[in-house]
Nanobody
């Protein structure tokens, strides 16, 4: 069983930056692709980004491409999501998820989920 804990959310002004972290424990972290998803009130969950287990392949949704960067440190069992040029529409609860065979924004491919961290972009 893999446990995931997100951190780094908060309140930021439009144009600002935040870095989210996803810390993993309980299983071999570098077996898993890691994805970030978000869900805003009244909206469906959206796949934001993901990173492969070993070779550094990344995926970004069009809505965040050029603004968000995903990275992982397998030695520290952690994945990061650097979010720059934040917009009000980025406001959501952000979740990280893990799956051995997962890729992209297909939530059903991910087996383990964190509890989420709130990101609010507002002036």
């Amino acid at each position: 069983q893999l446990q995931l804990v997100e951190s780094g959310g908060g309140l930021v002004q439009p144009g600002g930056s935040l870095r989210l972290s996803c810390a993993a424990s309980g299983a071999t972290f570098d077996y898993y692709a890691i994805g970030w998803f978000r869900q805003a009130p009244g909206k469906e969950r959206e796949g934001v980004s993901c990173i492969s287990a070993h070779d550094g392949r990344t995926y970004y949704a069009d809505s965040v491409k050029g603004r968000f960067t995903i990275a992982r440190d397998n030695a520290k069992n952690t994945v990061f999501l650097q979010m720059n040029s934040l917009k009000s529409e980025d406001t959501a609860v952000y979740y990280c998820a893990a799956g051995v065979w997962a890729w992209g924004s297909e939530a059903q491919d991910y087996d383990y989920w964190g509890q989420g961290t709130q990101v609010t972009v507002s002036s």
